[in-house]
Structures are given as structure tokens and as C-alpha cells.
């Protein structure tokens, strides 16, 4: 961003050009979220609220396509995914670490331990 422009609120990062989603650095709700990273910043429109930490589509994902971060496939979805939509574990498969396949997608939670 050219230092002589103001900052616009929600804000993410892309680390890698062939990244397909960003990270929030806040939480969000919908509306415009300024993307910065390896090329000139971008604005997408959230499409529903995501917290910080979280990823969001950059890009229109099918059934099946590759979840990349930091330029390495992190997982595929399991749905079709709009841009500015939340990438969790309600629609996508993590190829990184196999057990959080297996957590609730909203606590995050493990399905495989009783909780007392």
C-alpha cells in the first residue's frame, strides 16, 4: 500500500502469490476486508463473519480444489467455496494434520475424546 493512502479497517494477509485464501488479522463481519501480501493490496468482500486467525477464500473454489497457504497445499474443500467466504473444517479437509479432520468445526473440539 502506497504510503499515502489511509488504511482501510479489516484487514488480512496472502504470504504467498499462488495463495487461494488469507489469514484475518481481526475478526470480521461482512463487507470489505483489504487483503496485503506479495503483490499490490486487494479488497474482497467477506461474505459472512470470520474471526481473526481464520481463513477466508480468495478465489472461487469447487469441490475438490486444493486449499493453498504460504504456497504449499494445506487441504481441499469439501464444498464449493465462494471468495470472501470463511475455510474452516465445515468445507475443507485439512492434507496437513489428519486428526483435525475429526473436530467440531465450530469449537474446534475433539470428536475422538470423551470430555468430562
Known amino acids: 500500500m502506497k504510503s499515502d493512502q489511509t488504511s482501510?479497517?479489516?484487514?488480512?494477509?496472502?504470504?504467498?502469490i499462488a495463495d487461494n485464501v488469507a489469514t484475518l488479522l481481526e475478526d470480521v463481519d461482512c463487507g470489505p476486508v483489504t487483503i496485503y501480501g506479495p503483490e499490490q493490496y486487494q479488497e474482497?468482500?467477506?461474505?459472512?463473519?470470520i474471526r481473526h486467525g481464520h481463513k477466508m477464500a480468495l478465489t472461487e473454489l469447487s469441490c475438490g480444489a486444493p486449499i493453498v497457504k504460504h504456497g504449499v497445499q494445506i487441504g481441499i474443500s469439501t464444498s464449493s467455496i465462494k471468495p470472501g467466504e470463511w475455510v474452516h473444517l465445515h468445507n475443507c479437509r485439512s492434507l496437513v494434520d489428519r486428526r483435525s479432520n475429526n473436530l467440531?468445526?465450530?469449537?474446534?473440539?475433539?470428536?475422538?475424546t470423551p470430555y468430562a
Open 8 to 16: 482501510p479497517g479489516k484487514r488480512a494477509i496472502r504470504v504467498n
Open 104 to 112: 467440531d468445526s465450530n469449537t474446534g473440539a475433539a470428536n475422538d
Open 44 to 49: 474482497i468482500q467477506a461474505g459472512e463473519p
